[in-house]
């Protein structure tokens, strides 16, 4: 099992999410409070793709000390969606 430095070895790190989502059929973006294990005390957006009804995580992550920040990498035509009471508590909300 790799360990969470490993882990975050592998991410590519983006500033911005447009030219990123318009590859995919079903792009969805998370975004993470700052209690993550990999990047605490910083906010974490990662992009998802949707395959046969499943959402897989990809490389692609922008962090940030500040939430508006992480929210103005998201492109203006996806909408936001609070976290549900069953997601992670790490999960501040994602976009679709």
Avoid at 8 to 28: A, G, H, L, M, W
Wanted: proline content about 3%.
């Amino acid at each position: 099992m790799k360990t969470i430095e490993e882990l975050k070895q592998e991410n590519i790190f983006v500033q911005d999410f447009t030219d990123y989502v318009s590859r995919f059929r079903c792009p969805v973006i998370t975004i993470y409070n700052q209690e993550t294990l990999d990047y605490k005390g910083m906010y974490v957006a990662r992009l998802f793709v949707c395959k046969e009804g499943k959402t897989y995580p990809i490389k692609l992550v922008c962090i940030n000390d500040d939430l508006e920040a992480i929210k103005e990498t998201i492109p203006v035509h996806m909408h936001f969606f609070i976290r549900s009471e069953n997601d992670d508590k790490c999960i501040i909300g994602t976009y679709i």
